[in-house]
């Protein structure tokens, strides 16, 4: 069935062409060197230009690849950054097949590290699949021989290889125009992707491959507003725990405040609350998102204002030529970053350090359960590659006593990290949201280069945590 949202945007605007994918740390969004010619190149503050139907037409014929013919080798690709991956993926992924033996420890039960019990030497893999275009296996002998193993996946690996070509094709993505502000009699309905995107009034997505581009990029505020909005698809009857309702009630409060009778004249002077405070710690992909995606986190919310903190070794990875990192003053001693034009309603601040150097500096201090959460978005926690990034970091991410919102690839790395923060930290942690798929995850599938076995979803998964809160009751003697 077509979906029929209805149409909000009044003009069009050429988006940026994005190239996602997910790399040795995560998921790595790359701004690809793509836009057509003849449409001039948009800043954050400037308007819409409205394309004239004599240059859509010109922009049909410049493009690379046409809906029916996305479908090509990695190797053989007609774009210079496919090609240029296929060959990384070939220089350091490692053939499958069960008579290798293995290249490193497994991660997980499902790693196919575990397959190879086998004495020949680890082989990278230089045979392309003709069905998926992906390098999978090192000779076409171990694919065939390994074939049904690979069958798994096969058809979700050519759906990647077919999505990564139309995100470099050039055409023009519709599914990149957002929405404006949402007017309080509308109503947002967070049940699922297709009805936020109709209450949103999104434009029309009727093909499945523009709605799997355009919720890759929208998981990331859509994740967080379906957890702290006041309509969350998730209650105590779904997966919310009555500490969860306790810490998410109080942020509800903040986000939902009532009507104050405000208004332009000097009768209408109210005092407004402070802005909601979002830590992203250990921010990577979600830091690089154009603001535009991250604006309609802050429409869902049309009372309330956000302040979007991202924290991170990596939170300006793939951003250095559009921020050059600030030097370290007296003024401004952790180099901060510091985005305060995008709208009236949303501030973003990136600080490329460790959380826990900001903290015991007191940089944010104090924390306050009705105006802060804090964001992980694929954490790593329990992984071995990354865990000991955060040893220093979980226990004063506790201390907050705030809500922290977690998400991973699968529901093996969901519960591996609370594993790892257990065995961490003790008893001193509450489950405020228990761990199950996303209802805003990304519904486009992102491959590992490192491993083209490894297929992900972003956000497939959803969580919250919190430090253990001991409260003081009073009893007679």
């Given at each position: ?10 003009e069009a605007v050429d ?91 497994p991660t997980s039960p ?360 001991y409260e003081t009751q009073?009893?007679?003697?």
């Amino acid at each position: 069935m077509p979906r029929t949202y209805r149409s909000a945007s009044h003009e069009a605007v050429d988006p940026p062409l994005l190239s996602i994918h997910i790399g040795a740390t995560g998921p790595v969004i790359v701004k690809e060197n793509l836009k057509k010619p003849q449409i001039a190149q948009l800043s954050r503050d400037s308007p819409a230009i409205q394309h004239r139907p004599e240059d859509l037409a010109t922009d049909r014929s410049r493009e690379l690849l046409q809906p029916g013919n996305l479908f090509h080798s990695f190797s053989d690709s007609p774009s210079p950054a496919i090609r240029k991956r296929a060959a990384f993926i070939k220089q350091n992924a490692y053939c499958p097949h069960p008579d290798h033996s293995a290249t490193r420890q497994p991660t997980s039960p499902d790693d196919i590290e575990v397959r190879k019990t086998g004495t020949m030497p680890p082989a990278h893999v230089r045979y392309e699949c003709p069905h998926c275009g992906i390098p999978v296996a090192c000779c076409e002998e171990h694919l065939a021989d390994d074939y049904e193993a690979h069958l798994a996946i096969c058809d979700t690996l050519r759906e990647i290889n077919e999505d990564d070509h139309d995100l470099v094709s050039g055409r023009f993505f519709p599914e990149f125009e957002y929405p404006g502000p949402q007017i309080d009699e509308a109503q947002v309905n967070l049940t699922n992707w297709d009805t936020m995107l109709y209450s949103r009034e999104f434009n029309a997505i009727n093909d499945e491959r523009s709605l799997r581009q355009a919720t890759r990029l929208l998981t990331y505020p859509a994740t967080v507003a379906s957890v702290l909005h006041e309509l969350s698809p998730y209650n105590v009857r779904n997966r919310l725990t009555p500490e969860g309702l306790k810490s998410f009630t109080a942020l509800q409060y903040t986000l939902h405040p009532p009507r104050s009778g405000a208004g332009d004249g000097i009768k209408g002077l109210r005092p407004t609350a402070p802005p909601v405070r979002l830590f992203c710690i250990g921010a990577r992909a979600e830091s690089s998102l154009p603001r535009e995606v991250w604006q309609q986190l802050a429409w869902l919310f049309p009372r309330s204002t956000f302040h979007l903190i991202f924290i991170g070794p990596e939170s300006m990875a793939n951003r250095d030529d559009e921020y050059p990192l600030p030097p370290r003053t007296p003024q401004n001693p952790f180099g901060a970053i510091v985005e305060d034009r995008i709208s009236h309603q949303l501030k973003v601040t990136t600080y490329v350090e460790y959380f826990h150097n900001l903290h015991n500096a007191q940089a944010f201090y104090p924390y306050d359960p009705y105006f802060d959460a804090f964001v992980l978005f694929h954490p790593g926690l329990g992984h071995p590659a990354s865990s000991h990034e955060w040893q220093d970091t979980i226990r004063p991410l506790l201390d907050t006593k705030v809500p922290i919102i977690a998400t991973g690839y699968t529901d093996y790395d969901m519960k591996r990290d609370i594993e790892w923060v257990r065995n961490t930290v003790g008893d001193e942690m509450d489950i405020l949201l228990q761990p199950g798929e996303n209802r805003f995850r990304s519904l486009r599938w992102d491959l590992n280069d490192l491993d083209p076995q490894d297929v992900s979803a972003g956000n497939w998964g959803v969580w919250a945590f919190r430090g253990k809160r001991y409260e003081t009751q009073m009893r007679d003697s």
